[in-house]
């Protein structure tokens, strides 16, 4: 990984229905939390994920990985920080660190592969993506 190019924090709060009935975050909503974050980062950026998504670009998740650190309980609130870290032709990694507190309870990676929509054939990543 390299350094990041650009980061984005998202501040968030763990909802009743992500908790198992121990009241813990469920492992699962850790992606959509990274999502969140993506998506609030693309939106920082001056681009909204609808908007990609309507130019005829879609940004696949790939791969995906997270390292469980500290456990999320019902209504903590929590940080989600986004960072764009690796950047290819027709990919690119996002990296997130989940804080509460300044604690690190969570980390992790999802990388994308930009497609053409209709077709889901690899295609460059969005120039404006390039130059963040």
Not at 88 to 100: I, N, Q, V
């Amino acid at each position: 990984m390299t350094e990041p190019r650009r980061t984005f924090t998202a501040h968030l709060r763990v909802r009743f229905g992500e908790t198992d009935a121990m009241g813990v975050a469920n492992n699962a909503a850790y992606l959509q939390y990274f999502e969140i974050g993506r998506i609030e980062f693309l939106r920082a950026a001056g681009h909204s994920y609808a908007e990609v998504h309507n130019g005829g670009i879609d940004m696949v998740v790939a791969e995906a990985g997270i390292r469980y650190l500290r456990p999320l309980w019902f209504d903590d609130e929590f940080d989600v920080a986004c960072s764009l870290t690796d950047l290819g032709r027709a990919s690119f990694t996002f990296t997130y660190e989940l804080k509460r507190g300044g604690e690190i309870v969570a980390n992790g990676f999802t990388r994308h592969a930009c497609v053409e929509r209709a077709s889901m054939r690899p295609v460059r990543v969005p120039e404006w993506l390039a130059h963040l």
